[in-house]
């Protein structure tokens, strides 16, 4: 069998397309295989718009770069006609081993993807031989067609968070199916404000959701989320996970500490000792927090508010949780009558819970809960800090969806181009 013969087996051509020429450039490091693939003579092409078969107007030479020939770089390059059709013109044909104006065959295109789920696109840049800017025209790509393949008709419960995307106030606000099993990941938009939920509203339709059949929103606390939730899913329960409550007291917590360690010598060791649960202690720490505790700082009172939200945490059922957050609300503010200013962050916390008291038990009520999203942030923030950050929201958003959206509908669109 002839060497051209072998190389046409070897990438999957069919008549009228084959390999008819080779030859290794030795100039360049890594040495360059080049693989002329060209048409048998008097062949006809379909039109790219109607299928119809047509004679060849012109030809345009093209190359692309193709996965790497043991260890050379492989290069395929082919004069590429387009149609003369009656009915819609001359135009370019599209190859079948790569997709309209990519400068790379669909193999490689697949094997770049593969790299970028696993590494920052910097790094798969290092390993591929090309450019990252390059490799990003690929993400967007993919990303893209699968985003719009996203069929949201089924989606009745969502979850939405805000996550860092770089140093400074940026952010994207992140949108899951709770009901999904896996890559939950539904959206993804700058900001985390009222236009993000109305932002939502708009993609779910798009893509054969509707609003009405939005049963459940689980949120934070933020007033802009929660105003927008109802007025986006008037007919949706707004949830608010018990995370976000144990997460405005543990700040509390920190802003107390700050506020008191400009004033007074605290215990050293404190500041993780009011973080950490107290099972995870060490024995310094423990020794701290009984200091903290037997000298009256204000840092110590929030210290206790928050980990008696454990107490209410444990309730067995929407009735006893009820009863036992009020409780809470109440004890807090009646130990919190001491008008020292240092303990203000600790009364807004308490504020704050009381004005959703309603939504937080529903989390009793609930089988949802925003874990889910949390440890999918964890993900995301992990694959940021490989990548030393990205550029632009629009580049860390690609990634979310990278990492998080169904995969298997990208994977369609590979196969389908």
């Keep these: 069998m002839a060497s051209s013969d072998i190389f046409t087996l070897g990438l999957g051509l069919t008549p009228p397309w084959r390999v008819v020429d080779q030859r290794l450039e030795t100039d360049y490091q890594p040495h360059e295989l080049h693989l002329a693939v060209a048409a ?11 299928g119809r078969l ?57 094997a770049a993807l593969a790299l970028m789920r696993e590494m920052p696109v910097a790094a798969a840049a290092r390993i591929i031989g090309v450019t990252a800017q390059r490799l990003w025209r690929i993400l967007r790509y993919y990303v893209g ?12 419960a969502i979850a939405l968070d805000e996550t860092a995307a770089k140093r400074g106030h940026s952010y994207v606000t992140v949108f899951i199916d709770l009901d999904a099993a896996e890559r939950p990941v539904l959206f993804v938009t700058p900001g985390k404000g009222k236009e993000c939920m109305t932002a939502f509203r708009a993609f779910l339709a798009e893509h054969g959701g509707e609003a009405r059949r939005i049963a459940e ?31 405005i007291f543990t700040t509390a917590v920190e802003q107390v500490r700050r506020a008191e360690a400009h004033q007074h010598n605290l215990p050293k060791g404190v500041r993780w000792a009011t973080l950490k649960r107290p099972e995870n202690l060490t024995m310094a720490q423990r020794q701290a927090l009984d200091q903290l505790e037997n000298s009256g700082f204000a840092t110590a009172e929030a210290y206790r508010a928050k980990e008696m939200l454990r107490w209410v945490r444990l309730a067995a059922t929407p009735q006893a949780a009820r009863w036992r957050l009020t409780n809470f609300l109440n004890h807090v503010t009646a130990r919190l009558d001491d008008p020292d200013h240092l303990l203000d962050p600790v009364r807004q916390a308490v504020d704050t819970v009381r004005r959703n008291a309603k939504r937080i038990i529903r989390r009793w009520k609930s089988g949802h809960s925003n874990a889910r999203l949390e440890a999918l942030n964890g993900l995301f ?10 550029r632009n929201t629009a580049t860390f958003a ?18 389908s181009t």
């Design 40 to 50: 048998d003579p008097g062949a006809r092409f379909p039109c790219p718009t109607c």
């Design 54 to 110: 047509c004679k060849p107007h012109d030809w345009k030479e093209l190359s692309w770069r193709h996965l790497n020939f043991f260890q050379h770089a492989c290069i395929i390059e082919a004069r590429v006609p387009r149609t003369d059709c009656p009915e819609h013109g001359v135009l370019r044909i599209a190859v079948p081993w790569a997709r309209p104006d990519s400068g790379f065959t669909l193999l490689f295109e697949q």
């Design 145 to 156: 067609r699968a985003i719009e393949r996203l069929d949201l008709s089924g989606v009745e």
């Design 217 to 247: 929103v689980v949120c934070d606390m933020s007033a802009a989320f929660l105003a927008a939730a109802a007025e986006s899913f008037p007919q949706a329960s707004v949830t608010v996970d018990w995370f976000h409550v144990v997460q």
């Design 381 to 390: 923030q992990a694959a940021r800090a490989r990548a030393r950050g990205y």
């Design 398 to 415: 690609c990634i979310i969806y990278l990492l998080g959206a169904p995969i298997n509908a990208m994977l369609d669109v590979f196969h």
